[in-house]
C-alpha cells in the first residue's frame, strides 16, 4: 500500500486517483498525523511508500510538516510541489517565499538520470535532454538542496523544479504530476508506486467494496440510515453499496415528482425494491409538483419551486420515519451520493464569485434541518470509479452508464409552463429518441450512438405549427432534440448525429406520439447556449 498524506492541495485526491489507475491500493491521510501513528501504519509491513501532497498554502504560512517518522522509515518518500519543499525544509535544505507565482504550463529539463525521469520525456532538446511539459502551480520554491540529494529536473524560472536522493529514495518534484496537463504525469507516479517503491499491482475495485463496506459498518454502527434515491447513477450506486455494508438499517425514499422519464420510477423500484430487496419508500408527489408549478413560466422560478418542494416532501418523510420508531435510536444519518467532483466544485465555489446561470437543485443543508449526520460514502470517487463501482455491485450496465438528468427533471426540459400533458407526449417522444440512439452502431467504433454523445434528451416547446398527417390538417406542438458531447459539461458541442438517425427518430415521434407534428435538432454549442433550455 501507498500513504498519501494531504498537505491541503485541491488536487490530492488526483494523486489517489493516479495510484489507484495503476491499480496500487493506496489511502489518503491528513499530513498531521503523528510519527507514532506513521509508524503503527508501518507495522504490517504493507507500505510501500509514501507521497506528500502540495498545498494550497506556502510553507513560510503554515506550518505543517510530514511527521519525522516518514523519513525514518526505510521506504521511498515523493514530495509534491509543497511536498518538495517539506521535505527540502525538514531535510536540511532551503526554501525561498516569493511573491511571484509560477502558475500553469511550463517546460522541464530532466537532470542527472534519476530512476524516476530516467526514459520519460516529451520531447528533447537538441542537445539530447529529456523535456517534459508540465503543469506548475507555486510560488515558494527551493533554493538550496538538502545534504545528499542531487538535482533532478529545472526550469528557468525554478533551478531545482526536482531533486532526488537516489540512495535514499527520496525524490521532490516542483510540477504537479496527478494533473492531467503534466502529459508524462501518469508515468512518472507509475513509475514512483511501481518501479521505486515496488508496490504491487492488484487492487481492483472489488477490494475497495470490501474496503467501503467495513468503513460504512464502522461509522454507522448499529444506527439507522435514510437516502435520497433518484433514480441518477451517484444515489443508486451510493444506496447499492450502503445497502450490500448494512441491508435492512438503511432505508432509501425515493420521491417521484412526476417529471422523470418514461417508465423511471418503475424501473428503480424494479432494481432496489425488487432485485436487491431494499427498503425503498416511493413517495408519489407528481400531484403536488404540478399543482405547485401551474401558471409559473419563468425558469428560475420553476427550478427554485422544484427544488422547494423536493426538499420539503423528502423531510416530512424523514420526520415520520424518525417518529415512527420511538425509543428505537431511529434514523441518525443521511447518505448522499456526493462525490469527488462535487467535493471539489463546493470548495472552490465559496473563493469564487460565481454568477449564477442556473440554480442546481441540491439538497444542501438538510442534514443539519433534520439533526442527522451525513453519510456520503463515494466523497472520494471520480464519476467513472463511481461507474465502475456499480457494475461491481450488480446495477445493470444500462442503469450506470446513463447520461446525466437534471434533478428538475423534465421540469427545465418543457419550456414555459409545465402541465401533465405536455410531460406525458415530452416523455414519448424523449423514449423514442434514447431508444434509436441506443439500437443505432457507429460503424467505424462499432458502439452505439447513446454511448458516442454525452447528454442526448427532447424538449418539449409549448408552440404549435400546421402540419398535414393523411388528408387532414394538424396543428400541434413541437419536440426540440439536443445532443452534446462534451468532457466536463462546461463546454459542449452539439452532436454530429447522422441524418439517417435524425430521419428515423423523427419519423417515429410525428407518427407514434399523436399531438407532436414537428421535429427539430438543436445545433448550438455551449456556450453561448446551455445543455439543457432551461
Ligand atoms: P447546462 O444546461 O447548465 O447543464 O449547460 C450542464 C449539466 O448540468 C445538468 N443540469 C442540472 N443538474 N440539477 C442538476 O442536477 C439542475 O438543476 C441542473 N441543471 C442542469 C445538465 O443536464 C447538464 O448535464
Same mark, same amino acid.
Given at each position: 500500500k501507498i500513504l498519501i498524506l494531504d498537505f491541503g492541495s485541491q488536487v490530492t485526491q488526483l494523486i489517489a486517483r493516479r495510484v489507484r489507475e495503476a491499480h496500487v491500493y493506496c489511502e489518503v491521510h491528513p499530513c498531521d498525523v503523528s510519527s507514532e501513528w506513521v509508524r503503527a501504519y508501518a507495522a504490517d509491513g504493507r507500505l510501500k511508500g509514501i507521497i506528500l501532497s502540495g498545498s494550497h498554502a506556502s510553507v513560510y504560512e503554515v506550518d505543517d510538516r510530514a511527521p519525522d517518522a516518514v523519513f525514518e522509515l526505510g521506504v521511498p518518500v515523493l514530495g509534491i510541489c509543497y511536498g518538495m519543499q517539506t521535505m527540502a525544509q525538514q531535510l536540511g535544505g532551503k526554501v525561498q517565499g516569493s511573491n511571484v507565482r509560477e502558475f500553469g504550463y511550463a517546460e522541464v529539463r530532466a537532470r542527472g538520470h534519476t530512476a524516476l525521469l530516467k526514459d520519460i520525456a516529451d520531447f528533447h532538446t537538441p542537445e539530447g535532454h529529456g523535456m517534459l511539459k508540465v503543469w506548475m502551480s507555486h510560488g515558494d520554491k527551493v533554493v538550496e538542496l538538502p545534504p545528499g540529494f542531487k538535482l533532478m529536473a529545472s526550469t528557468d524560472a525554478c533551478p531545482i523544479a526536482g531533486m532526488a536522493d537516489e540512495t535514499r529514495r527520496f525524490y521532490g518534484v %516542483?510540477? +504537479?504530476?496527478? *494533473?492531467? +496537463?503534466? *502529459? %508524462?504525469g501518469r508515468a512518472i507516479l507509475e513509475r514512483f508506486v511501481l518501479d521505486i517503491c515496488g508496490a504491487t499491482p492488484d487492487w481492483i475495485m472489488r477490494d475497495h467494496i470490501e474496503e467501503a463496506v467495513q468503513a460504512i459498518r464502522a461509522q454507522v454502527g448499529d444506527e439507522e440510515v435514510l437516502l435520497g434515491l433518484s433514480g441518477g447513477v451517484d444515489s443508486s450506486v451510493a444506496a447499492a453499496l450502503i445497502h450490500r455494508a448494512i441491508g435492512e438499517q438503511l432505508t432509501c425514499v425515493f420521491v417521484d415528482h412526476g417529471l422523470l422519464r418514461l417508465n423511471e420510477a418503475d424501473m428503480v423500484m424494479d432494481m432496489f425494491?425488487?432485485?436487491?430487496h431494499a427498503k425503498v419508500i416511493r413517495v408519489d408527489a407528481s400531484d403536488l409538483f404540478l399543482r405547485e408549478l401551474a401558471g409559473v413560466t419563468d425558469p428560475e422560478a420553476k427550478r427554485k419551486i422544484i427544488g422547494r418542494l423536493f426538499v420539503d416532501v423528502f423531510k416530512a418523510e424523514a420526520e415520520k420515519l424518525k417518529a415512527a420508531r420511538p425509543g428505537s435510536k431511529g434514523i441518525q444519518w443521511l447518505a448522499q451520493g456526493t462525490i469527488y467532483p462535487d467535493v471539489i466544485e463546493s470548495g472552490g465555489a465559496k473563493s469564487k464569485k460565481a454568477v449564477t446561470i442556473k440554480s442546481h437543485h441540491n439538497v444542501g443543508g438538510l442534514p443539519e434541518q433534520l439533526g442527522l449526520k451525513l453519510l456520503e460514502p463515494l466523497r472520494d470517487l471520480f464519476k467513472d470509479e463511481v461507474r465502475e463501482l456499480g457494475v461491481a455491485l450488480g446495477l445493470p450496465h444500462d442503469m450506470v452508464y446513463r447520461h446525466p438528468f437534471p434533478g428538475p427533471g423534465l421540469g427545465v426540459r418543457i419550456l414555459g409552463e409545465v402541465k401533465k400533458e405536455y410531460a406525458d407526449l415530452l416523455r414519448r417522444a424523449d423514449a423514442i429518441f434514447i431508444e434509436e440512439l441506443r439500437s443505432t452502431i457507429e460503424p467505424h467504433s462499432g458502439k452505439p450512438w447513446y454511448d458516442l454523445v454525452s447528454q442526448a434528451f427532447a424538449v418539449f416547446l409549448p408552440v404549435k405549427s400546421v402540419g398535414v398527417m393523411g388528408d387532414g390538417r394538424t396543428y400541434d406542438y413541437v419536440v426540440a432534440l439536443r445532443a452534446v458531447q462534451t468532457s466536463d459539461f462546461m463546454t459542449a458541442d452539439w452532436a454530429e448525429l447522422p441524418y439517417s438517425l435524425l430521419k428515423r427518430v423523427s419519423s417515429r415521434i410525428i407518427n407514434e406520439v399523436r399531438g407532436i407534428n414537428r421535429v427539430t435538432y438543436d445545433v448550438s454549442s455551449k456556450p453561448p447556449a446551455t445543455i439543457e433550455w432551461e
Open positions: %516542483q510540477f +504537479h504530476p496527478e *494533473v492531467t +496537463h503534466t *502529459v %508524462q425494491a425488487g432485485k436487491l
